[in-house]
Structures are given as structure tokens and as C-alpha cells.
């Protein structure tokens, strides 16, 4: 059972335009989502995180919008770049135990 | 710094052999996590240790693997009589406590023909 839901799979953005990737989860027990963006060849590294007392949170060009009625938080990738192209990967977390991962968003930023 | 290692970087196995991959942590960092990251696919939590507390091996998905730490220091993730479903890229991540910043080593590509 897939515990955090991921989507798009695949995206492809304009440069300068703005990336979203969605995900959903149900175990109103996480207190924790990451995001990791992954290079080819490379292990995850930490983009951005959030936790469920604020709805959303900027790092620059990024951007964490959370909704917890909803159950769901976004990447927002603003002024998209090509060496943003990479596989994103949403997570969640209780109290930094196991973390769940969805399934991955490969986005491609054409010039 | 030095961030977190894995070793090898690639392994080529032919199936039934058993393998041993092996990570090591930041420095101080107590929480240490393993997963499994299929191609194309998302990661796939393995085991968690955090200091000297039993392992969270939930993850585990048969009685062929099996990992180890000693104390705060290097894991071993052994995989006994692999199967071609074993081939896949095991990652390792450690935090200073309890998850929240995790980091991740570059991984082990593990191949068996």
C-alpha cells in the first residue's frame, strides 16, 4: 500500500515557467514531508521540508504549500531552470521514523 | 565534510550468491536508514536504526536480508541467495537524530545476472 501518492510521474516545463508536483497522503499521524530531488546516478538530497503547523514554507526558487484538511502538500518550482531537471520525490514521516516515499516525478525543463 | 559513503559503488552478482553492501554514517549521526530504489521506482524503506534501540527491520521484504550496525558507526545491509528481483540501486541515509535532515549516500548498484 502506497502511503504517500505522487503526481505527475513525468513533467516538462519551459524554462522560467513553474513546476508543480502534487502529493496526498492519509496517515494524519506524519508530522514530517520532505522533498528530495535526485540526479542521475546520485542519491537524494534534501530540497525542502515542512511540517503540518504552517501551510507553506520558501527556499528560493522553492516552495512547499501544505494543506492539512486536505492531506496533501506541492512542490512549486518557480522560474524553472534546466538544472532543475531531476527526479523529485515527495515523503512523509512520523517523528523522523521510517520515511515513506512516493513514487518519484521526473521533470525536464526545456531551454 | 565528508557525508555519507557506500561501498561498493557497483556489484555484479550472479544469483544464489550472497552479498554484503556497506555504509557509512556522518559522524554523530545516530539514525540510519537503508532503502531500495528499484529502477524507475520510488524508494522502498528496508531498516531503520537510531543508537543502540532495536531496528525497525519492517521493511525487510524476506529473510534474505538482514543488516547490521555497531553502535553510531558503519552498517552492513548482507543479502543472502540473491535473486534477479534484488537488482536494484540500496541506498543508505543518515540523520543526527531521529530522521528530519536526512542525508544519502550515492548508493550501491546492485546487478545480478
Known amino acids: 500500500q502506497q502511503q504517500v501518492k505522487q503526481s505527475p510521474q513525468s513533467l516538462i516545463v519551459q524554462k522560467g515557467g513553474i513546476s508543480i508536483i502534487n502529493c496526498a497522503y492519509e496517515?494524519?499521524?506524519?508530522?514530517?514531508f520532505p522533498w528530495y530531488q535526485q540526479f542521475p546516478g546520485k542519491g537524494p538530497a534534501l530540497l525542502i521540508a515542512?511540517?503540518?503547523?504552517?501551510s507553506e514554507k520558501k527556499e528560493g526558487r522553492f516552495t512547499i504549500s501544505f494543506n492539512k484538511s486536505a492531506k496533501q502538500f506541492s512542490l512549486h518550482i518557480m522560474d524553472s531552470q534546466p538544472g532543475d531537471s531531476a527526479t523529485y520525490f515527495c515523503?512523509?514521516?512520523?517523528?523522523?521514523?521510517?520515511?515513506?516515499f512516493g513514487t518519484g516525478t521526473s521533470l525536464t525543463v526545456i531551454p | 565534510g565528508a557525508g555519507v559513503s557506500q561501498s561498493p559503488s557497483n556489484k555484479v552478482t550472479e544469483k544464489g550468491k550472497d552479498v554484503e553492501l556497506r555504509c557509512d554514517p556522518i559522524?554523530?549521526?545516530?539514525?540510519l536508514y537503508w532503502y531500495r530504489q528499484r529502477l524507475g521506482q520510488g524508494l522502498e524503506f528496508l531498516i531503520y536504526?537510531?543508537?543502540?534501540?532495536?531496528?525497525?527491520k519492517s521493511g525487510l521484504p524476506s529473510d534474505r536480508f538482514s543488516a547490521e550496525r555497531t553502535g553510531e558507526s558503519v552498517s552492513t545491509l548482507t543479502i543472502q541467495r540473491t535473486q534477479q528481483e534484488d537488482s536494484a540501486v540500496y541506498l543508505c541515509?543518515?540523520?543526527?537524530?531521529?530522521?528530519?535532515?536526512?542525508?544519502f549516500g550515492p548508493g550501491t548498484r546492485l546487478t545480478v545476472t
Open positions: 541515509a543518515s540523520s543526527f537524530h531521529r530522521g528530519f535532515k536526512s542525508y
Open positions: 496517515n494524519t499521524a506524519f508530522d514530517y
Open positions: 515542512i511540517r503540518p503547523d504552517v
Open positions: 515523503a512523509a514521516s512520523i517523528s523522523g521514523n521510517q520515511f515513506y
Open positions: 559522524s554523530g549521526h545516530t539514525a
Open positions: 536504526f537510531q543508537g543502540n534501540s532495536a531496528p525497525d
